[in-house]
């Protein structure tokens, strides 16, 4: 596995690799979710570019960047353990040399939801991923269903600005429990551990009802509401605009919920029967 | 000459096309400013393409995107004889199928001298641009010096988002009169063109006073301006960020005057002494 610091020698680095080339941006502190996203590159494209970046862009809280978990080393061995050929590693002053750099004006869909709570946080998002993609050059690049309306943005981001590159999503990965695996989740303590669980609880239940009939959006959001739990937001919403979803689906209910030093988001699709 | 609709049938076209890929953007009405960065693009790229698209995200004012002059067809005729190899036009429509799409934000830059007479201009002009490269993924783009602050905006696009390519900038091309060409200059009767000679000639009074030891920007600029003319600004300024030059240079003076029925703007370099 070859490790980068540099834009520059990342297109040296790939100028000759195999294609296609596959990507998955990261902000390190992997866990088995990240995994996902790498195995399933690996067995799709013929090189694999895995980068870490903790993007201050799209931290609207310097506190949460602070404390955003990071663990280069073990990263790196997992990495090459799953058979990454190339591991950029930026810094911040790399990636932003500049004062005001231009960046990337999302929209609507950047103001809503996690837009709404992280001002700013999706421009952060749409403007380090336009970078990483002209660095990297993927042909394929792999995101998780977990960050579901990143996900969205992604593709819209790609549908817009016309990016020449296919964007695979691949399924949150949880644990036994039920709770989605997220780096945030080494600051929860057994106790909020265990609060925590009525998130994914609650879209379950959501689930259960979409699978037995119920159509109305807000009545599966209500229902995916765990008594106890302090919400930023609970809603059912079209997968690709995160606006009022069609009736017979397919639809999103996603959810953030605020514990004590943590803030945590999940969701759940809702297919379209077949 | 390959003329394509759609970015679709564009990269079906460059898929096998020699490298590099010169790239000239335009918004058709072409004059000679144009054919010298298209016979600049042939000289020095293994393949050219051109774009005419008049950008409506880019006209704040709905009655010059109206008046914007059109001629496809002569303007096919000139991409012909010049050697061009794909020619790019694409629909509003086609460039556009979102309600809302992602824009860039350029920043500082965006908001002084044309972006404050024109609000949104530059954001549109970089979001075309951005999509137009990532549509023909050229190696080289090719931009005239006559719109110095787009230029200036073009570079800081393609140095804070990473593109990989290399912006050429050509000079200005000047009728015999040293009135620069422009696509709105067809909007001038006899009577305006005699007094629009006044930005041009103005500007090279201040070169002259450059060349003679005058290094007081704010002098520089006022030497600039031609009585009788209405100038929306004029100004002696750093080529890059468009703020105070250095006092040895280089410095750029921009000038926009207003006469009845069109703005013209334009330009001269300061070069730093040798």
């Known amino acids: 596995m070859r490790i980068c610091n540099s834009a520059r020698e990342v297109r040296l680095a790939l100028a000759g690799a195999p294609r296609p080339i596959g990507f998955v941006p ?69 990636m932003y040399p500049e004062e005001n750099p231009f960046t990337i004006d999302p929209g609507p869909i950047g103001e809503i939801y996690e837009g709404a709570t992280r001002p700013g946080h999706f421009s952060g998002v749409a403007t380090v991923v336009t970078k990483l993609f002209h660095i990297c050059s993927p042909h394929r690049a792999y995101f998780g269903q977990k960050d579901a309306q990143q996900l969205a943005l992604i593709r819209s981001l790609v549908r817009d600005l016309d990016f020449d590159l296919e964007v695979v999503a691949v399924p949150t990965v949880r644990d036994p429990s039920g709770l989605a695996l997220s780096s945030r989740n080494v600051r929860l303590d057994a106790d909020q551990r265990e609060r925590a669980l009525g998130l994914s ?3 379950m239940r959501a689930r259960q009802a979409w699978e037995e009939g119920e159509r109305d959006p807000a009545r599966l ?12 937001y609970c809603a059912c919403v079209d997968p690709d605009r995160f606006g009022t979803p069609a009736p017979e689906g397919p639809a999103l209910i996603v959810a953030a919920v605020r514990l004590p030093g943590v803030r945590l988001i999940d969701n759940v699709a809702l297919e379209r029967a077949p």
């Open 26 to 94: 990261t902000m390190g502190a992997l866990h088995a979710g990240h995994a996902e996203l790498v195995r399933r590159c690996r067995a799709e494209c013929a090189s694999v570019v895995v980068s870490i970046f903790v993007n201050p862009l799209q931290f609207e809280d310097a506190s949460d960047l602070d404390r955003y978990p990071r663990d280069l080393e073990a990263d790196t061995e997992r990495l090459r353990d799953l058979g990454v050929d190339l591991l950029f590693v930026p810094s911040v002053a790399g």
């Open 221 to 232: 959001a209500e229902l995916a509401r765990t008594t106890g739990l302090d919400y930023d």
């Open 201 to 203: 609880a609650g879209l």
